[in-house]
């Protein structure tokens, strides 16, 4: 069972959330920051709740929006602009092909009752080779067990499973790592360790990290995208 948008606003309010998403928000920064292009004008589409790590890509000036599915639940982003939230459907994407330059799939595919239509739909939508980062639940690791995070939630995956999953959908992945090395345990003080403990602790092993983080490119031989009418660049807004 997923969390909704309240459940996963509350966990990211919370010491515990804010530590996760200084964790991932300074890994996927450095991994923007070694990108042969800059994030600047392009649009970047993050998909599941992605609205922690979204606030990082609009200070790279991304053009960015947050879609959220439908069981989800969908809340206004930014709280500062006009509204970016679209409220959609996993695999139906309100987009048309080839149009988003990265993607960004967080508390999404775990969540998806056909993650082989997801990715499809991801592929798709990606405009040749563009990049799509996905994080997943680590099934290696405790926090795929704990429901105190909603990384212990849907289902978690392995490097190889997810490998051979985005393999089949034209999406390689060019590498991958791991973070949130530290269990999420209650107490404040562990809390305030979970950022300092990251590059320590790495040094014992790669796959250590409670959260698998993939990156993959869009291949575009061996297969058309189904073609779409009425394309638009842009995705419909909801609210104002």
Same mark, same amino acid.
């Given at each position: 069972?997923?969390?909704?948008?309240?459940?996963?606003?509350?966990?990211?309010?919370?010491?515990?959330?804010?530590?996760?998403?200084?964790?991932?928000?300074?890994?996927?920064?450095?991994?923007?920051?070694?990108?042969?292009?800059?994030?600047?004008?392009?649009?970047? $589409?993050?998909?599941?709740?992605?609205?922690?790590?979204? /606030?990082?890509? +609009?200070?790279?000036?991304? /053009?960015?929006?947050?879609?959220?599915?439908?069981?989800?639940?969908?809340?206004?982003?930014? /709280?500062?602009?006009?509204?970016?939230?679209?409220?959609? @459907?996993? @695999?139906?994407?309100?987009?048309?092909?080839?149009?988003?330059?990265?993607?960004?799939?967080?508390?999404?595919?775990? @969540?998806?009752?056909?993650?082989?239509?997801?990715?499809?739909?991801?592929?798709? $939508?990606?405009?040749?080779?563009?990049? $799509?980062?996905?994080?997943?639940?680590?099934?290696?690791?405790?926090?795929?067990?704990?429901?105190?995070? &909603?990384?212990?939630?849907?289902?978690?995956?392995?490097?190889?499973?997810?490998?051979?999953?985005?393999?089949?959908?034209?999406?390689?992945?060019?590498?991958?790592?791991?973070?949130?090395?530290? &269990? &999420?345990?209650?107490?404040?003080?562990?809390?305030?360790?979970?950022?300092?403990?990251?590059? &320590? +602790?790495?040094?014992?092993?790669?796959?250590?990290?409670?959260?698998?983080?993939?990156?993959?490119?869009?291949?575009?031989?061996?297969?058309?995208?189904?073609?779409?009418?009425?394309?638009?660049?842009?995705?419909?807004?909801?609210?104002?």
């Amino acid at each position: 069972m997923r969390a909704d948008v309240q459940a996963f606003q509350e966990f990211y309010q919370s010491p515990l959330g804010q530590s996760v998403s200084q964790v991932i928000g300074e890994r996927l920064v450095k991994m923007w920051e070694q990108e042969p292009a800059s994030l600047n004008r392009k649009m970047f $589409v993050g998909l599941g709740y992605t609205l922690p790590y979204l /606030d990082r890509a +609009l200070e790279k000036e991304a /053009d960015a929006y947050a879609f959220m599915p439908a069981e989800q639940g969908v809340s206004h982003w930014p /709280d500062f602009r006009c509204n970016r939230s679209v409220l959609t @459907h996993y @695999h139906h994407l309100p987009l048309a092909d080839s149009v988003v330059d990265y993607m960004l799939l967080v508390h999404a595919l775990e @969540h998806s009752s056909q993650p082989k239509h997801l990715l499809r739909e991801v592929w798709r $939508v990606l405009a040749p080779g563009g990049q $799509v980062v996905i994080i997943v639940p680590n099934r290696r690791r405790i926090w795929s067990t704990l429901e105190n995070t &909603p990384f212990g939630t849907g289902r978690p995956y392995s490097v190889g499973q997810l490998k051979m999953l985005m393999q089949e959908q034209m999406l390689p992945i060019d590498w991958w790592d791991t973070v949130l090395m530290l &269990p &999420p345990l209650p107490r404040l003080g562990a809390i305030k360790l979970l950022p300092v403990s990251e590059r &320590p +602790l790495r040094f014992f092993g790669k796959n250590l990290g409670g959260a698998l983080i993939v990156c993959a490119r869009k291949q575009v031989y061996g297969a058309i995208p189904e073609k779409r009418l009425n394309p638009k660049r842009r995705p419909l807004m909801i609210g104002g």
